[in-house]
């Protein structure tokens, strides 16, 4: 199976209404999941030190060209594993407060929001989606003619648990923040 890797991702909420959720669509020429919507985030880099927060702050600015001090992190979600490519990923919830995005063409092919009450809606639904010449069951969030899936549509549906669950920290944290 091969050692596990450390990665993480950030649920990037933007702190202007619609409040969109930021979401990535990979380059196509990409190894890992080429095409793929995912959510900004990636593999710990030796910089990191092993520090999650530091390496989605990093993934964040390299990927979308957010900088740190327009982020702030609100919570973290539990540890997803990833059994293809022996990844442990562990999503944070963070504000980011609107601005410029400038996607890194060399791993990005494009940045788009869904807004959040979508997100939180029952969008979120058991499916099944075509790729690589497979069908593949999985939780599935169409939008706009984009499909969330695989290990995103997972963290989906962890984020809107931790945001039912009673005395949600993360979901009051983001209506605090989000507040007029």
Do not use: C
């Amino acid at each position: 199976m091969g050692e596990r890797r450390k990665a993480a991702v950030a649920l990037g909420i933007v702190t202007e209404p619609p409040h969109g959720v930021l979401f990535v669509e990979r380059g196509a020429h990409l190894r890992d999941h080429p095409g793929q919507i995912g959510l900004p985030g990636g593999s710990v880099d030796p910089e990191d030190e092993g520090d999650l927060e530091r390496t989605v702050l990093r993934e964040l600015r390299e990927e979308v060209g957010v900088e740190p001090a327009r982020v702030r992190i609100v919570g973290r979600l539990r540890e997803v594993s990833q059994r293809r490519n022996n990844f442990d990923v562990t999503p944070f919830v963070a504000l980011v407060e609107p601005g410029p995005f400038t996607i890194d063409g060399s791993e990005t092919a494009g940045l788009f929001t869904i807004p959040l009450a979508t997100v939180l809606s029952d969008a979120l639904r058991d499916g099944e989606v075509a790729y690589a010449g497979l069908t593949i069951p999985s939780l599935v969030l169409d939008y706009e003619g984009r499909q969330v899936w695989g290990l995103t549509a997972q963290i989906l549906r962890i984020f809107n648990e931790a945001w039912r669950a009673d005395g949600s920290t993360v979901r009051a944290a983001v209506e605090a923040a989000l507040a007029p």
